[in-house]
C-alpha cells in the first residue's frame, strides 16, 4: 500500500524505522510536520521518496544525526555530518565541569581553550553559559572545523576557532581554563564499537595503543601554557581515570578530582597547574 496521507507515511515511517524517536524525527525533517499533527493531509511523492531513502540509509548503520543534519547538545543547536564527530550526552559533563572550574576561579574574564574542539560542541556552550569568558577553539581536521566556524556562526558567539595540530599550538597569553573532549579509545577496541561509528572520522576516535596518547601529548605541552593554579579538564573513556592521573602527577598536575556522568561513570577528570612554591595535592 502506498501512503496517500501524511498519518498513513508516518505510519509507514513508524514502521520501518529502529525506534519510534528516530521515526518522528525523520518524519518532521521531511514534512516539517511533527508526528502528533500527521493527519488527512495528502502526502507528496517527493517526501515519500525521501523517507524511503533515509529509512534505507540508516538501516545500513549511517548516523541519524548525518541525516538530519543538525543536533542538540547543551540544549543549542549544532550542525553535523561525515568529517565531524556528532556532540555526545556524555560531554555535558565536561561543560558542567567546565562552568565549576569558572566559578570556582572567579577571573573576571578567564582565558578558554578548548582543545580538539570537533562541531565546538563544548567551546560554544561554555561561551553561552559564561559570556565573559574569551574562548578559543581549536582543532587540527579541515572537515570538523568548517563545522566549527558554522556552529560558531549559528550560535552567534564571539569565539576564536583555530585551525592547528595540538602538538604545535601555542596559546598567545596564560590560559586560565583548558578543556578537551581528545580522541582516547584504544586502538584494541575499534572492532566492538557500534555501527554508527563507523561512520564518524577515525581522527576523532584514534587514542593510540593504549587510548592515552592525547592524554600524554596535552599533559606535557600545556602545563606550560596555563596559569599557575590554572585548570585542566579532560573527558575520558570508561575506566582511564586512575591512568589518566598517573599522567597528569608526572606532569606536576595537582589537586586531581574526577567528575561522574549521568550513568555514575567517571568521564572528567580535573587538575591544576601547580602555584608556584605551594604544594597543594
Ligand atoms: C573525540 S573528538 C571531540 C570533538 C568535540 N570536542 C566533542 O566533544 O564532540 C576529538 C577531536 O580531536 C580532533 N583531533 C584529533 N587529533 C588532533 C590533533 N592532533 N590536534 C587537534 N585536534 C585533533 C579530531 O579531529 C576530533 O574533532
Redesign the pocket.
Known sequence: MVAETLKELYEETLSAAPTSFEAGELFTHVTGVKPLDADTRPAEPKQRQQLETLLKRRGGGYPLQYLLGEWE?YSLPFKVGPG?????QD?ET?VDAALGALRTMAVPEPQVL??????????IAVKHEHPAAAVTA????PE?YSYLTQNIALNGLEITPHL????E?THPVPVDLIV?????IPQSQFRDLQAEVGFE?L????GGEDGLY?FR?IARRFKEQLRPGGALLL?IGMEQEEEVAAILRENNFERITFHKDLNGIVRVVESHSPIKGTSLS
Open positions: 547538545f565531524v564527530l556528532i556532540p555526545r560531554t565536561l578548548d582543545l580538539c574542539s570537533g562541531s565546538g560542541c563544548v567551546a581549536q582543532e587540527f581536521s570538523a592547528s595540530d595540538l602538538r599550538y578537551s573532549n581528545p580522541p582516547y572520522p581522527a576523532a576516535l584514534d592525547y601529548a573527558e
